[in-house]
């Protein structure tokens, strides 16, 4: 996974604005990077998205 994308799934349990302010990155690149790795994991939710980062 590249670093970005590593960087938002870290923060999955932040909204999109505060995952953006921790990441120092515009809210639109953090919705454009979780989008990638919900394609990568085929899902569909942040909440799924925990959950495979969990297991």
């Known amino acids: 996974m590249p670093p970005n994308s590593s960087n938002a799934s870290m923060n999955a349990a932040?909204?999109?604005k505060e995952g953006a302010e921790i990441l120092e990155l515009s809210y639109?690149?953090?919705?454009?990077h979780l989008m990638k790795?919900?394609?990568k994991f085929r899902i569909h939710a942040r909440t799924q998205l925990v959950f495979v980062l969990h297991k």
């Open 14 to 16: 932040f909204s999109d």
């Open 37 to 39: 790795i919900y394609s």
């Open 28 to 32: 639109h690149a953090v919705k454009g």
